[in-house]
């Protein structure tokens, strides 16, 4: 571990705030550091791992298609391409039949704003507060908090018009001439967890058909089932114009996706939009052994379901301590908010401590992205922790 961090140290871009932990195997729900100590993972890479650590069906495809042929330029057909899009046309929102592949979800993004562009032939993007969309130059321009963006400025695009989520009538009013588009996560993931109200969506939708404007949804976190639905727009029935995926989609293999329908996807000719790895034949035989793996399983049903259960537990916990504030989401995509962020660090390194791996987002919001494999035991387990840990931190 010390060896381990001191090269981390020495080498490696001081861009992320690690934890004292060096993971080294996984398999399921678990993983496993570097002394062998064992952890109950309720992190999944953030909303990646949906199938659990090293699913022998993804283990299999990538390693049988490593044997065969790992990548080839977009030049040419690529077979595991076309039948991964073909595959994801079946589980996608009606209206969407056509797919541009990359290799991470803000990738998927940048392509999303330039279709707009192109498509409706005007300048200006909507973007909701508390949103969070990549760290490329113009995702970070459509991310709201303001010191992700700041010392960037003269690299983002001045296209973002930020209004209040889940407020129509901001929407309303901001909407204009120029607006190409706007992006939404149905719910939202870093924000803190942010569920909206049931009208926002469809009336969104409205808003957007009304003025020529198209509507984006950024499923990269809420999408392959992580809400109880192939997709958390589908909760609120309404049918998006682009759809943006990345995380769980290669299940830690890395691929992203933007999918619209063929007369958005239309705008798009050869030489508009490219990236060299995005589709290859590796990432594409990773993604269609999650999304095949996914409907044998029954996933996103399964996740609806235990995600109840899951939420009631930790329902149970709100009403036993002070110290926890509200808790919200949906299916397996569930937050518990605190009333300090001192509770949350301490609430998460005790947690670690014990055997557990929570994530906290928005300051003090503990987040749950757990595999979609996940079973009631392995929460029963968690929230006896919790209760322990919360009776502990009020003292
Ligand atoms: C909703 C949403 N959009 C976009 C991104 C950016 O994805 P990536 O880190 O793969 O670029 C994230 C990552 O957390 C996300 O949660």
Redesign the pocket.
């Known amino acids: 571990m010390q060896r381990i961090r001191e090269l981390d140290e020495r080498y490696v871009a001081s861009t992320y705030r690690r934890q004292p932990l060096t993971l080294v195997k996984g398999r399921g729900m678990f993983v496993e550091d570097i002394h062998g100590k064992s952890y109950l993972d309720f992190v999944g890479g953030?909303?990646v791992c949906s199938l659990g650590h090293c699913h022998p069906a993804l283990t299999k495809a990538i390693s049988a298609q490593a044997k065969k042929l790992m990548h080839v330029s977009n030049l040419y057909y690529i077979q595991q391409q076309a039948e991964l899009a073909a595959l994801l046309s079946h589980v996608v929102p009606k209206g969407i039949n056509k797919f541009f592949f990359c290799n991470?979800?803000?990738?998927a993004?940048e392509g999303a704003f330039k279709l707009a562009i192109k498509h409706t032939r005007r300048q200006r993007i909507i973007a909701m507060q508390g949103s969070?969309?990549?760290?490329?130059a113009a995702?970070v321009g459509a991310t709201w908090k303001s010191s992700y963006r700041e010392p960037f400025e003269a690299i983002i695009p001045k296209i973002f018009d930020f209004v209040p989520f889940d407020d129509l009538a901001a929407v309303e009013r901001t909407m204009g001439e120029q607006t190409a588009a706007v992006i939404v996560?149905p719910v939202q993931?870093?924000g803190g967890v942010n569920v909206p109200s049931d009208d926002y969506l469809p009336g969104l939708q409205k808003l957007c058909d009304e003025h020529g404007v198209l509507l984006i949804c950024?499923e990269?976190?809420?999408g392959m089932g992580r809400t109880g639905k192939w997709f958390a727009c589908e909760h609120w029935g309404i049918e998006p114009d682009e759809l943006?995926m990345?995380?769980a989609l290669g299940g830690g293999f890395p691929i992203?996706c933007l999918g619209a329908g063929a007369e958005v996807m239309g705008s798009f000719t050869p030489g508009d939009h490219a990236s060299t790895f995005g589709g290859n034949p590796l990432a594409c035989a990773a993604a269609k052994a999650v999304i095949e793996t996914m409907q044998k399983l029954k996933l996103p049903q399964r996740a609806a379901k235990i995600g109840e259960y899951f939420k009631t537990r930790l329902n149970e916990l709100a009403n036993k301590h002070g110290c926890v504030r509200e808790v919200r989401g949906l299916g397996l995509m569930l937050a518990m908010e605190l009333s300090t962020k001192q509770i949350a660090d301490a609430a998460l390194e005790k947690a670690r401590e014990r055997g557990f791996l929570v994530n906290c987002t928005a300051d003090r919001v503990l987040r749950f992205v757990p595999p979609l494999i996940i079973e009631r035991k392995h929460i029963d387990r968690l929230i006896e922790t919790l209760d322990e840990i919360f009776s502990e931190v009020e003292k």
């Open positions: 953030i909303a991470s979800g803000a990738e993004i969070f969309h990549g760290r490329t995702t996560e993931g870093e950024d990269v976190q809420t943006t990345a995380k992203g």
